[in-house]
Each structure stands twice: as C-alpha cells, then as structure tokens.
C-alpha cells in the first residue's frame, strides 16, 4: 500500500470528499485520512439539511450563491446518489419588532450582495406556508433557497471519489503536520507516515490542534447543536424554515419526516464529555419552539434525537485559504455550522486553489491570516 | 484481525444471490440486495449503511434490523461482527410527540 499521493486531506466530513472528488476529477491522486471508524460521522451527517444564502455573512455568501447556481441542482445526477436537493424557498420567520429589526438588517446586506431575498409580511407568509400560526408577523423570503440530504450528500460524495480512486483511510487520527524543507510534506499518524507534496487539513475543530503542530492557530471553539427528527408524516410543505432568534430551523424531508434544529441557550456551556450526545432539555426545548410557530405539528412524534459540534470560528465565518508560511499546506475548517449547504462549491474552489493556484469564487475574504485584534 | 479501515481494498465483485429481494429493515422497506450494494459502493459500516439507505431509521430505530445489517457487512467484508460496531442508539426510546416533549405545564402535587 503506497504511502505517497499528490495531496493528502485530513478529515472524511464533507468538505473533504467532496474536495477529494473535485481533486480527483482533475486527474490528482488523493488519499483521505478520518480519525473515527465512520466517514462522515461528524457536523456533515448531524446537521439541518440547509441550503442557503440568506442570513449568510458576505464574506461567504458568493461561494454559497456559486454552488446554488451551478452545483446543487445536478448533484444527485453527478454523484449517482440522491442528495434530494429542493429548491423550493427559505422563510426565515419573526414574531416582535425586534425580530422584524433583525431580519430587515439580514435582508438588506443579503440585497446589497444582488440576492434575490425580501421582507414580507404575515399574509403573504400564510400564502406560501398555510400551516404557520398568527403569531408569525414578518419574515425574509428566498425563493432560491432550498435544502437537501446531508447524510447521502456526504457519502455520495465519499463514493464517487472512492469510484474515482481516492484512498479513504478510517481510524487514521492524525497527530502531526511535519515540513521537510520548509514546506509541508508528512502526515503522522499511530499506523503510518504518509506523504504529499499538498495536504489539506479539513478537520472540523480537531484541526486547531493539528495545525498547531506547523504553529498555525484558526480562533474556533467547539459548540454543540442538537436535532431531532419526525416519524414520516404526510407531506405539508416544501420550504425550509429558520427564525430571526435561531430558536430552531428544518425543513419536511423527502421521506416525510421533519427534521428540526433548534438551541437551549446553553450550549456554549455544555459539559464536554467527548462525545456529542443530546441534553434532557435541548429536544423539549426545540419542540416548544416548533409547536408556537406550527401548532399543526403538536401530535408529531420524535423518534430521534442527536447533537454534534459546530466548529464556531471567532468571526462565524469559515477559513479557507491556502498557508503560505507553510508552502503546500491549505485549511478548510471553521465552518460555524454553514458548512453543509456551501460544501460543494467550497470542495469545487479548494481543488481548483491546490491543483491550480486559483479559484472561480475570490476567497480571499476567507483567509486564515485574517484575524486581528481588537483596538 | 482483519482491518476495514483501507476502504478500496478488493472485496471481490458484488455476486447476486436468489434472496436479495427479502426485506431486512421493516420499517424503511430495505433489501438485502439494497444493503449489499451499499457494501460495494463503499459503505463498511453500520452507521454508513444506515445513513446511506435509511436502514434503521424508521419506527423501531433498528431494534430489529441492526444485528442483521451488520451480519451482512460481515459476510461481505468475510470479517467476525464482533469487529463491528453497532449502530448509535439515539433518545427517545420510544417515539414521543411534541407535546409531550415540549409540555410547559408543571403539576405540584
């Protein structure tokens, strides 16, 4: 088993597989290193399913309006696998004049970024989603908005590049990033040395510690976000759904089930026990959020509930860049739990940056280096 | 022991047998077929499977399909199912309603 490629990628979440597919599409040799026994198994198969541009920061939201136009809509055609991409709106729902304030500011950044996204109001929501309660007042509306199947977008990912002939390596935790000559060149891990000329380091949280090995630091923490899912239930709407408090977001799947995120407020302060495994009071939580905006949804039953960790950049806004410093080393990470719905158009510009020096989408707004002080 | 962590390593073509058509989750209505394939597009694991087809994610949440998925992996991947792990067993044990879950009513007795 050779232990050389072109690039190496650390992490199997969807991020990476879907720049492994992109790289390897482009003619490159690619193994991917995951440190769990699944791939996958991280924020890319425990997320809401969203695939949106508003409410996104501008820094990201060309990337996000790019693979809206040019990925998503023939990706299950792409992969082999249906990804059950659904472009069918995004409301993002308030009930106060200070929700309204929220989602007005939100819309007008949107506007100046030439998104098609507005304000609406409690009338005209109930035209698009009969089943919202009167309490819902205001909203932002994106008609090109949708959402989609994390889990078999992942993995669809994962097996068109294994088809491709990308290495994927399970129960690989990297520990080190070594230079030779300056520039990157080993991955360690308990089992092997691989080498590369380029590696990518798209890890989630767990890269911090492993670009601290080549002295580069990313400001993320850890934080951790609970879901819950529906049995099937008759079809009702196609939109995907958000509030100006984030108190929850979901959507209805293909499959009839409703998946729904949604926070306590505790989860900065959640106890690190080194799993991410859902508290006594995140789904109860959700659940009351839910029932005051669809009072329809009361008898719905939960038959899952699951948590994972975002990897909450200082700013909420992802690093992706290439290292200069360490010549050959690029990082993809800090998502901030917007990662899903940009994955494919940031796996399609990451492979274009390594194999080619440059990307379509200008990323530089994304830089690793861009974090300063305050003054 | 047998690694399955070298996730191209041959596995041998994707033979078809007489029974592939029987179901083995009920809840979702998958295959043994439709599992086998998932095996030889990659999937090893039982996380994988399930996420990749919905096995195990209906009502019962596997209760009575994930000693059989893994069974299958292990006859496909000629491993020992003690190798692999079972699937992640998820809160409520029972499916409950928001209501309930949701229920801001306290009762003093």
Request: aromatic letters at 6%; proline letters at 5%; charged letters at 25%.
């Amino acid at each position: 088993m050779s232990k050389h490629s072109d690039v190496i990628i650390i992490g199997g979440g969807i991020i990476g597989n879907a720049t492994a597919y992109y790289l390897a599409k482009k003619g490159l040799s690619v193994t991917v290193l995951e440190a769990s026994k699944d791939i996958g198994i991280g924020g890319s198969s425990r997320n809401g399913g969203g695939v949106r541009q508003s409410g996104r920061d501008t820094r990201e939201l060309p990337l996000a309006m790019w693979g809206i136009k040019n990925l998503w809509p023939g990706l299950s055609e792409e992969l082999g696998v249906d990804v059950e991409y659904t472009q069918k709106g995004n409301l993002r729902l308030g009930k106060t004049e200070a929700h309204q304030k929220i989602l007005q500011g939100l819309t007008d950044k949107a506007v100046s970024c030439g998104l098609d996204v507005r304000m609406i109001n409690g009338d005209e929501i109930r035209a698009i989603n009969p089943y919202l309660s009167d309490e819902v007042t205001c909203a932002s509306w994106c008609p090109t908005d949708g959402h989609a199947n994390p889990l078999t977008a992942t993995l669809g990912y994962y097996k068109k590049a294994r088809e491709l002939g990308v290495r994927f390596i399970t129960e690989s935790p990297c520990f080190e990033l070594r230079k030779i000559k300056g520039a990157i060149r080993q991955v360690v891990t308990p089992d092997a040395i691989y080498e590369a000329d380029k590696v990518l380091v798209a890890a989630g949280y767990d890269s911090r510690k492993l670009l601290a090995t080549v002295g580069i630091d990313v400001p993320m923490m850890p934080l951790k976000m609970e879901c819950l899912v529906t049995e099937a239930e008759p079809p009702m709407f196609l939109q995907m759904l958000g509030t100006a408090e984030a108190d929850f977001y979901g959507h209805q799947s293909k499959h009839g089930s409703f998946v729904f995120g949604g926070s306590s407020g505790f989860e900065p302060f959640n106890k690190d026990n080194g799993t991410p495994i859902s508290s006594s009071i995140g789904a109860s939580c959700t659940c009351r959020g839910i029932i005051k905006y669809f009072p329809a949804l009361a008898d719905a039953k939960i038959v899952r509930a699951w948590a994972g960790w975002l990897d909450d950049c200082a700013d909420h806004v992802p690093v992706i860049s290439p290292v200069e410093e360490v010549p050959g080393l690029y990082i993809a990470c800090a998502f901030s739990g917007h990662g899903f719905g940009i994955a494919p158009a940031a796996g399609y510009n990451i492979a274009e940056m390594i194999a080619d020096g440059h990307s379509t989408i200008d990323l530089s707004a994304l830089r690793y280096d861009r974090f300063k002080p305050k003054q | 022991m047998k690694s399955i962590n070298d996730r191209s390593q041959d596995i041998g073509p994707l033979v078809s047998q007489t029974d592939d058509g029987i179901i083995i989750c009920r809840c979702e209505e998958i295959t043994k077929g439709e599992i086998r394939q998932a095996i030889h597009d990659g999937m090893f694991t039982v996380n994988e499977i399930r996420r990749y087809l919905r096995s195990g994610m209906g009502l019962c949440q596997g209760q009575t399909c994930g000693k059989l998925v893994k069974s299958l992996i292990a006859r496909e991947l000629d491993v020992i199912p003690a190798q692999l792990d079972p699937a992640n067993s998820r809160s409520p044990m029972r499916p409950v309603e928001m209501k309930v879950l949701g229920n801001e009513e306290v009762h003093h007795v």
